[in-house]
């Protein structure tokens, strides 16, 4: 039997009733007031996650920083993370799988991502994420309700039963122009690899320009009918 979450439904709709209407800064800083070491704010560098460490750098929060590295991210990724660790001083820790790539391939073949990529992102993204929030209360995403139909239900406050953590999700009614003109109008460092027609980015071998303009998602594991790696699949807002 499952434990008890550490909230309930009453207190997440309670929290989203008082967050609904707030700026996400309004979040990010009720999440280091209530919580402080024990959450983090995981990043992807995708548009949205690049506003939210503005966010952070802005209002002084000194917000743990994680980035879930497969070892398999565009050059053009990393280099945006260490232009945002520069341009705002923070220290982003990489968070990694247990097995190297090379151990990965000695095990599975060389190209798991091909013949069964959703183990390749258990490995890789899934676990990983298990693991560090193993030691958490509560994690930050970027993830947003316009990005895909299975995020369309998206709550700023969500209960995560995998990691048993509270979610949140400051961006989550968030559109994209609304991004777009934030990044615009405080000069932020973006993947450039999103000018070029890609805009969601997660691995190289998995990862293209998008087929469909308005399904930014239409870009990832083209070849399968996978839209997510598992760590945002649609959280359940019940005790």
Known sequence: ?????????????????????????????????????????????????????????????????FCLDTNLLFNETYALW??????????????AADLSLSEQAKIYGN???????????TIRKVKPLQRYLSGKKAWIS??????????????????????RVLKLNPLADWSDERIRSVISRHNIPYNPLHDE??????????????????DERSGRWVHFEKTECGIHLPVLNRS
């Open 197 to 214: 027609g890609y805009p969601s980015i997660g691995c190289v071998p998995c990862t293209v320009a998008a087929a469909n303009p308005e």
């Open 142 to 163: 970027g993830i947003r309700q316009l990005q895909s139909p299975l995020r369309k239900e998206t709550r700023k406050v969500e209960w995560d039963p995998v990691n």
């Open 82 to 95: 260490k232009q945002i660790e520069i341009r705002y001083g923070m220290n982003i820790e990489s968070v």
């Open 1 to 65: 039997m499952d434990e008890k979450p550490l909230f309930t439904t009453s207190e997440i709709d309670d929290l989203n009733g008082q967050f609904e209407l707030a700026a996400p800064e309004e979040l990010l800083r009720w999440s280091y007031e209530t919580f402080g070491q024990d959450v983090a704010l995981g990043t992807g560098f995708g548009s949205s996650g690049v506003v939210l460490l503005h966010m952070v750098h802005a209002e002084n929060l000194p917000l743990t920083v």
């Open 111 to 121: 190209t798991l991502w091909k013949t069964d990529p959703d183990t390749c992102c």
